[in-house]
Each structure stands twice: as C-alpha cells, then as structure tokens.
C-alpha cells in the first residue's frame, strides 16, 4: 500500500512581494524620520537661511518656548523692531516663513510687552514690514489693536495704517472680515473716513462712500480736511468728492471759515493751476473771495 506524501502550500508571491513592501517601508520611515531642528538655537546662531530651510521641510515648530516664554517670532521683535534687519532678504524670508507656518503673531511674552503683530505695526511705515502685517492680519493677528508709531511716535491701528499708507490689499481685507468703518478706533484718533480724506486714499474714500459711512461729516470739514493733506496730489480724491457733489452752503459758515478754506484752495494757484481752477469753479466761493 502506498502512501500518498503531503505537498506543502506555496505561498503567493504577490503576499511574499506586500509583506516585503511592508517591512522596507517601515524601516525606510524608521531610517529617513527628519531630525527636529530647534530654531531658537539656529536664531541664536544667526543661521536664518538654515532655520528657513527647517520651516520649509516641516521639521520645527514655530511656536516653539524658549525657558523665558519666547517663541521665535517674539525672539525677532527686536531685529524687526530695528530699520535695517528686515532689508536683509535672508531675514525677511525667515520672518515670513513663520508666519505662514503658523507661528501665533499674539504672543506675548508678558503682559507688559508687545506682540509680534503690534511690534511690526509699529514699524509700519518701512516697505518691507507691510507685506508681513498683511500676512500676520490674514493668520490671525488681532486687527483691534492700537500701537505707537516709531517714527511718528502717535497711536495707529491696522485700519488706519492700511489708509495712511495706501495697502489697498489690507484695507479690503479688514472691510471684508467686519472692521467697523464708522468707529472713531481710539481716544483722540479720528475716524477711517477722515484719515483717507487726510491721505487722499482714493481707494479708501470709494469704499467709504459707497458705505454709506462719510454722512456724519460736514462738507466742509470734508473739504478742509482734503486740502491740508500732505499728499503730493490730491487731484483724483478732490474728483471723488466733487462726484459725491459734496458741496458747501457758505451762508453756513463765518467769514472767517470761508476765508480758511479760500487760502487753502489758493495754495494751489501757482503749483497746480487746473486744479485750482476745478476747485474754484466747483466751490463758487462767496462774490468778495
């Protein structure tokens, strides 16, 4: 009698071929896992350029503490705080990967201090912050604030640095998420519509006026206000009003009002005569002026 032999199974070689997937992938994984870099390290060391490269390749944290609270956007309030820093593209780029990797622009490392956002809005008037105030306001930043101007040393916030330096940009993002435009933002600060007056924003008066928020104001405060600007052309805001048909009742106002406004229109005489004909014309100033 003979006896039948078992043949073993044989296993698949596409299950031979997973298994193998599987276990090089996982050793792969165990071998390649990025080494987490400390940024406040590399901030220490003036290695910008590498901190960028450790932001870009998701291998540090942006909100990492230091032992004294800070982060390493509070750590760099003092190089934005500086003129120049920001100038330096290296700097300038490592700055904004931060922001964009999610670094909280509303640190404080104490109550006394400034957040990041407030330390850039203070240094709002040089070129190369106010891209990044646009970016820090766009993650997060809170855009009630007010600060003191480094340069000018008076009270600004987010809406009116956006008027003041005509950031069409940040302006409309802060009217699209809900800035109340109508609110006179802080104690002796005056209101969005008569800093863009002040300014001669054209953008920002548009926007304004189709707001419906320039009715509270007088015409001639309105014009007055237009025509001290220290703007080098206020022609197109001075058709934005004309299109408004903002115009002055004189029998409203004294003799000497009428002859405020009169001299701040004829200052305009010799450096821009058409535009003192257009505001003479439309104005039509009492027959003595």
Known sequence: MSVKRMQPKLIKPSLILWVGWVVLSFSGQALSAPEPCDLHSLITQNKMQEATQCLLEGRADPNQLNSTNQTPLTRLDSFTMMPNMLKNPTTHR???????????????????????????????????????ILLMLQKGADNSVGVRQIDSGRMITPLIWSIKYHQHEAFDYLVDTGRYLGRVPLTNLASPFMHALHYANVHAL??????????????????????????????????????????????????????ALFKLVSKHQQTNPNLYAELRNYMAFPSDF
Do not use: C
């Open 94 to 132: 490592f700055v904004r990967e931060l922001i964009a990797s999610g670094a909280n622009v509303n640190h404080r490392v104490s109550p006394q201090t400034l957040t990041p956002f407030q330390a850039m809005l203070a240094g709002g008037h040089l070129a190369e912050r106010q891209d990044l």
């Open 206 to 259: 548009k926007v304004l006026f189709a707001k419906q928020m320039a009715a509270d104001y007088s015409p001639y405060m309105s014009w007055r206000t237009l025509l001290s600007s220290p703007a080098e052309d206020i022609a197109p805001a001075v058709s934005v009003l004309i299109m408004q048909e903002l115009s002055i009742e004189w029998q409203n106002h004294s003799k000497d009002e009428i002859a």
